[in-house]
């Protein structure tokens, strides 16, 4: 049972916000998820997107999926890569997938000369923590991660 890895197409945009609620039931912020097929077409297909979106398949059926941009280092002075989901569906976790579907992009970073690959994970994660861990990344504790979304981001911007 040997895993695809290939670019999304728009075709997969109802697969991808699927993906993504379920990722979202498992971080407890379902009703967070605002999204939609038209949504996920528009941001990831779309003339002059700048999210990437990869497809893991396995004998033909989708099973995960990873979302990541490209970011910037002043201190680096290079591109970075945020990944921003990396999921695979629980029934087809625990035999490589998601570190090879990571492990895609970090091939990705290093022939782009990314001088990093970074994301986020909550801290109550275990599992994820602790894979992430066992592939030797290490967690930024010192940095606070900070937002201004819905109506505090747009009151903001009108000041």
Known sequence: MSLVIRPALRTD???????ITELAEYERARDEVLATPQDIERSL????????????????????????FYSYSTWLGRN?????DLYITPNDRGDGAGRQLLRHIAKQAVAQGCGRLEWSVLDWNEPAIGFYDALGAQPQNEW???RLDGERLIAFAQQ
């Open 144 to 146: 606070l991660r900070y």
């Open 13 to 19: 945009a109802q697969q991808i916000l699927d993906f």
């Open 45 to 68: 297909f779309d003339a002059g997107s700048t999210v990437h979106c990869l497809m893991a398949e396995r004998e033909g059926r989708a099973i995960g999926f990873a979302i990541y």
């Open 80 to 84: 970075g890569i945020y990944l921003e």
